[in-house]
């Protein structure tokens, strides 16, 4: 019998080919119309004829998702050392949280657009809701998950609270940390696209909105495929940089 | 003698669901200085919290616990506290770990690093300085907690069952390495274990706690040379004690 090939690395690339090549043949078979379902090839034709449009409108989201990440990581790092430090804030805080979570973003996006209107604001604004969240809870449970042995150790070796926070609270709680900057990376743009979807002059969203409205289905599949892109390189990004910090294995 | 730890009509209680929960009881307790001193008793018969009384971590009790000459209720004492779990901090590799007593006191940039490597290779750790805890073997790991234990401040050290976790076979040659080392330096130890054998083989002085609430129901001295020799233990003094503490704690 013949063994398995072992595929190693090829295994998702492989996979890949094979959807694309069965939507491709499916379309080209069943005659499928371009703005019901458009070929891979097709949406490769639209991201090529449109691309330095949709490259201005990336230029637009992807400072929106920079701006909102950057902003919701200080405020959620600074808010989470607070929280720690001082438990009444804690207390405060943590159940307007997650209220802020409850409520829908398709409500509060055009809500934003009418305080704020239709500039970048209300766009960095809800990357940062969305961002700020994970983010948060992640390193506050970090901080807050110890073992009560170490605690003690730490008071018998007289080390001051700033210490136990510094030298092992902040590096102990990186693994969530790092977790919580993962979910808020993929979420990120997904924010933006939403409430540029409500209302905006430029951003994937407007363009993918655009495409809807005049059926041209496969350059939003092109827009898409653009957020997909973003998406996922924000993710490589964060957990290169995880690696980076975290060099030990069983730390994950 | 001086006296390094001297520890008068000690008892303590924990309320455990508005009933009083009486831990210890009358324990008095009296260490040389450079004596190793081993405690042993039933599980639950209040060792740890005798311990944990000793380093400070413990406030109210009744009773009197005198460190190096001063009431710790006055004045808190430099201890050195090790646990069954080594509490080694898994981001940061051996040497990092080793240090950190030092680093928390401040007093790691005036540390002679000719000091540091010294005490690094008579615990044999050497090779390992840049290994993480996670590459290290129960035996290995029980050694840097041990090392980072000795480079805390204070010349008592309070050792809670260290070695327990480890297999019989570890456990023997760790024991003989932790003589050797100690023998070397003559710090105050307080050694908690269950193991009968390993207080005689260790200890100048062995201590018996009864079941909850401990008092101490026993006291020997135990009367071999040292450096202690391995062979010690196949003789009928060696036995005797063993017989006499075995009965101590009726088991």
């Known amino acids: ?252 | 003698m001086e006296l390094a730890v001297d520890i008068v009509n000690l008892c303590k209680s924990f309320t455990l669901n508005n009933k009083e929960l009486k831990v210890l009881e009358n324990v008095n307790l009296q260490a040389e200085a450079g004596k190793f001193i081993s405690i042993i008793g039933p599980s639950g018969c209040g060792k740890s919290t005798l311990f944990r009384t000793i380093a400070g971590l413990e406030k109210e009790y009744t009773g009197s616990v005198i460190v190096n000459g001063n009431d710790i209720r006055q004045s808190r004492p430099y201890i050195a506290y090790m646990l069954q779990k080594d509490l080694l901090l898994p981001w940061r590799n051996v040497r990092k770990n080793i240090v950190l007593p030092l680093e928390l006191s401040g007093k790691l940039k005036n540390t002679d690093t000719g000091f540091l490597e010294k005490m690094i290779s008579e615990f044999g750790l050497e090779d390992f300085v840049e290994a993480y805890p996670d590459e290290l073997s129960g035996g290995m790991r029980q050694r840097v907690a041990l090392l980072r234990t000795w480079l805390m401040e204070g010349s008592i050290m309070l050792l809670d069952e260290p070695f327990g976790a480890l297999d019989a076979l570890t456990r023997k040659n760790i024991q003989d390495w932790l003589l050797e080392i100690w023998e070397k330096h003559r710090k105050t130890v307080l050694f908690i274990t269950h193991d009968i054998e390993e207080a005689i083989y260790l200890s100048d002085e062995v201590y018996v706690m009864s079941p909850r609430p401990g008092k101490i129901i026993e006291n020997i001295n135990i009367n071999f040379g040292r450096p202690r020799r391995r062979d010690i233990v196949y003789t009928s003094l060696f036995i005797d004690y063993k017989r006499w503490l075995m009965s101590a704690l009726q088991v």
């Not at chain 1, 920079?66 to 902003?71: A, P, R, S, V, Y």
């Not at chain 1, 809807?212 to 993710?235: C, E, G, P, Q, R």
Request: a positive charge; one cysteine or more; hydrophobic letters at 55%.
């Open chain 1, 1 to 252: 019998m013949k063994k398995f090939i072992n595929t190693g690395k090829l295994s998702l690339p492989i996979s890949f080919a094979v959807l694309i090549i069965a939507w491709e043949s499916l379309v080209y078979v069943l005659k499928t119309p371009d703005y019901l379902i458009p070929a891979p090839s097709a949406v490769l034709q639209a991201l090529i004829e449109s691309f330095p449009v949709l490259m201005r409108h990336t230029a637009v989201t992807l400072l929106e998702v920079i701006l909102g990440f950057i902003t919701a990581l200080i405020l959620s790092v600074v808010m989470s050392l607070l929280m720690v430090r001082i438990k009444v804030l804690y207390q405060i805080l943590w159940p307007y949280m997650i209220i802020s979570q409850t409520v829908p973003l398709y409500i509060l996006a055009p809500l934003f657009m009418i305080w704020f209107g239709f500039g970048i604001l209300p766009k960095v604004l809800i990357v940062v809701l969305v961002c700020f969240f994970p983010i948060t809870v992640g390193f506050v449970q970090g901080l807050t998950s110890t073992e009560p042995e170490l605690d003690e150790l730490l008071q018998v070796m007289r080390a001051t609270p700033s210490q136990i926070l510094w030298k092992v609270r902040v590096p102990q709680a990186m693994p969530q940390f790092f977790s919580g900057l993962k979910i808020a990376a993929a979420y990120s743009v997904t924010g933006a696209v939403l409430s540029e979807w409500v209302g905006a002059q430029e951003g994937l969203g407007i363009f993918l909105t655009r495409s809807m409205k005049t059926f041209k289905t496969a350059a939003l599949f092109a827009d898409v495929l653009i957020i997909i892109v973003l998406s996922l390189l924000l993710f490589y990004i964060i957990s290169h940089l995880e690696k980076k910090v975290i060099r030990r294995r069983s730390l994950l």
